[in-house]
């Protein structure tokens, strides 16, 4: 199968992982990089053995590149987008697919208008865990699912992250900035959400950084920082999510399956695997007195962003629909919109887009290999 040419803009600290990830999959070929600072994109070229670091401009009229990779700053990704898919090339962008829905949607539209693909980050569902754990649901072992809960909670990112001020600005927040992990994992193994209620609350004005080099600086917080509601889903299962910048410790599981025939433990969305734990019920008892500890069904256990992207560079060759797709980032987005409306609003907000269920990753093919 011919490679597929991949090009980046962007070189910041997550794309390292990227370049990392995408070596891993032959059928991908990374042979340009961009950034607004050309000394940082001539820096990723020679750390990673890239052919050439170029502008953005120059990058996307390369007749050779076929896909992009956007991973710019939240606010950038629908612009970027946009310029990318213009320039008739398959689009794949960091998460969150869209800062809105109505951004969102252009973009989506725009790919669909011109035959394009458009792809986006997380990719972590395609991992040993997830997929793993949809295996088992899929298989019945837990039966019907009914309820879940879903919890991301911590201080927020000002005591480690070197320059944490964007969190707190528009596109940043505990939902956007980490509910894609979360809610994708969700719908991988459920299907897509039929409507959403919740309250989010904005709990302090400000934050005081305590990581350097903007120690003792304080910020101005313009976004909520505690998000909690019910998702509804399509299939009737019922799940709890909790996303929370305000919690100083806590004890909560990141994602639990309740099913009507047992329950199972999810690991971490936002790694590519994790500690997977069941409990079967049978006969009104439980089969298993403590969790038992599934081991992984997949070989994708290590971190591997840019998972995605060979995903998308596979639907692209095979004529097929992408897993990490835009229907699916924008279903996503969608959910973390509804939020915050039905917070504001007071009352259920229905989910309007129509997402399918992500194929299910194809067991015994090799390392790297991501199609039969």
Same mark, same amino acid.
């Given at each position: 199968?011919?490679?597929?040419?991949?090009?980046?803009?962007? =070189?910041?600290?997550?794309?390292?992982?990227?370049?990392?990830?995408?070596?891993?999959?032959?059928?991908?070929?990374?042979?340009?990089?961009?950034?607004?600072?050309?000394?940082?994109?001539?820096?990723?070229?020679?750390?990673?053995?890239?052919?050439?670091?170029?502008?953005?401009?120059?990058?996307?009229?390369?007749?050779?590149?076929?896909?992009?990779?956007?991973?710019?700053?939240?606010?950038?990704?629908?612009?970027?987008?946009?310029? %990318?898919?213009?320039?008739?090339?398959?689009?794949?962008?960091?998460? @969150?697919?869209?800062?809105?829905?109505?951004?969102?949607?252009?973009?989506?539209?725009?790919?669909?208008?011109?035959?394009?693909?458009?792809?986006?980050? @997380?990719?972590?569902?395609?991992?040993?865990?997830?997929?793993?754990?949809?295996?088992?649901?899929?298989?019945?072992?837990?039966?019907?699912?009914?309820?879940?809960?879903?919890?991301?909670?911590?201080?927020?990112?000002?005591?480690?992250?070197?320059?944490?001020?964007?969190?707190?600005?528009?596109?940043?927040?505990?939902?956007?900035?980490?509910?894609?992990?979360?809610?994708?994992?969700?719908?991988?193994?459920?299907?897509?959400?039929?409507?959403? =209620?919740? %309250?989010?609350?904005?709990?302090?004005?400000?934050?005081? %950084?305590?990581?350097?080099?903007?120690?003792?600086?304080?910020?101005?917080?313009?976004? /909520?920082?505690?998000?909690?509601?019910?998702?509804?889903?399509?299939?009737?299962?019922?799940?709890?999510?909790?996303?929370?910048?305000?919690?100083?410790?806590?004890?909560?599981?990141?994602?639990?399956?309740?099913?009507?025939?047992?329950?199972?433990?999810?690991?971490?969305?936002?790694?590519?695997?994790?500690?997977?734990?069941?409990?079967?019920?049978?006969?009104?008892?439980?089969?298993? /007195?403590?969790?038992?500890?599934?081991? @992984?069904?997949?070989?994708?256990?290590?971190?591997?962003?840019?998972?995605?992207?060979?995903?998308?560079?596979?639907?692209?060759?095979?004529?097929?629909?992408?897993?990490?797709?835009?229907?699916?980032?924008?279903?996503?987005?969608?959910?973390?919109?509804?939020?915050?409306?039905?917070?504001?609003?007071?009352?259920?907000?229905?989910?309007?887009?129509?997402?399918?269920?992500?194929?299910?990753?194809?067991?015994?093919?090799?390392?790297?290999?991501?199609?039969?």
């Amino acid at each position: 199968m011919k490679p597929v040419k991949v090009g980046v803009i962007g =070189c910041g600290i997550i794309s390292k992982a990227y370049f990392n990830g995408m070596k891993k999959f032959p059928l991908l070929e990374v042979v340009a990089c961009s950034d607004l600072d050309m000394k940082r994109a001539e820096e990723k070229a020679a750390e990673f053995n890239i052919p050439r670091a170029c502008t953005v401009k120059e990058l996307l009229k390369d007749p050779e590149i076929e896909i992009v990779v956007n991973l710019t700053i939240p606010a950038a990704h629908a612009p970027v987008n946009t310029k %990318i898919l213009d320039a008739g090339k398959h689009a794949y962008t960091e998460k @969150p697919f869209a800062l809105t829905v109505a951004e969102g949607k252009k973009v989506c539209d725009l790919a669909k208008r011109k035959g394009l693909l458009a792809g986006s980050a @997380p990719d972590t569902f395609l991992g040993a865990g997830n997929q793993t754990c949809r295996a088992i649901i899929d298989e019945g072992l837990i039966g019907r699912p009914v309820a879940a809960t879903a919890f991301l909670a911590g201080h927020g990112p000002e005591s480690w992250h070197g320059n944490p001020e964007f969190y707190y600005k528009k596109g940043g927040g505990p939902m956007l900035d980490m509910g894609p992990y979360y809610i994708t994992a969700l719908v991988n193994m459920l299907g897509p959400v039929k409507s959403v =209620c919740g %309250i989010a609350k904005k709990s302090f004005p400000e934050r005081l %950084i305590t990581s350097q080099p903007f120690y003792g600086k304080r910020v101005k917080v313009d976004v /909520s920082t505690h998000v909690a509601g019910v998702l509804e889903f399509k299939s009737g299962c019922v799940v709890s999510v909790i996303t929370s910048f305000d919690v100083w410790k806590h004890s909560l599981p990141n994602i639990e399956v309740h099913g009507t025939l047992g329950s199972l433990s999810v690991p971490d969305p936002n790694q590519f695997h994790g500690p997977i734990k069941l409990i079967q019920g049978r006969d009104g008892g439980v089969r298993y /007195s403590n969790w038992a500890e599934i081991g @992984p069904l997949y070989p994708y256990v290590e971190n591997l962003r840019g998972m995605g992207v060979a995903d998308l560079a596979y639907a692209l060759r095979n004529k097929r629909k992408a897993r990490a797709s835009s229907s699916l980032a924008f279903h996503v987005l969608e959910v973390m919109e509804s939020f915050e409306t039905a917070s504001k609003t007071g009352k259920t907000v229905s989910v309007k887009s129509a997402c399918e269920r992500p194929v299910a990753m194809l067991k015994g093919l090799p390392f790297g290999v991501l199609d039969r």
